[in-house]
């Protein structure tokens, strides 16, 4: 199984990204994926899962801002983040089959 998370840069504060996350090498719509962020000096925190049914849950901290989806066909997760601000600077990372995506930066200027 391999993850590898994509979307990442740098992005206005009030911007959107989409960051997507590719599973391969395994049965990908078997798969719960959740996506986390891990900012400098910070632990790795749960921002948003997806069970294999589709059934989705949020951080309290992010509800509101983020959306998380999948598409079987493709072997991918999406997550959707609105209203960036500088505090949600971190890396991001996606976590499936029990493994760890590389991760991708997200960098919120002000």
């Known amino acids: 199984v391999q993850l590898q998370a994509f979307g990442g840069g740098l992005v206005q504060a009030g911007g959107s990204l989409r960051l997507s996350c590719v599973f391969s090498g395994g049965t990908f719509s078997d798969s719960a994926i959740g996506w986390y962020r891990q900012a400098p000096g910070q632990e790795r925190d749960l921002i948003a899962a997806i069970s294999s049914g589709g059934i989705y849950k949020y951080a309290d901290s992010m509800r509101g801002r983020v959306t998380i989806s999948r598409d079987n066909a493709k072997n991918t997760v999406t997550l959707q983040i609105h209203s960036l601000q500088p505090e949600d600077t971190a890396v991001y990372y996606c976590?499936?089959?029990?493994?760890w995506g590389q991760g991708t930066l997200v960098t919120v200027s002000s």
């Open positions: 976590m499936g089959g029990g493994l």
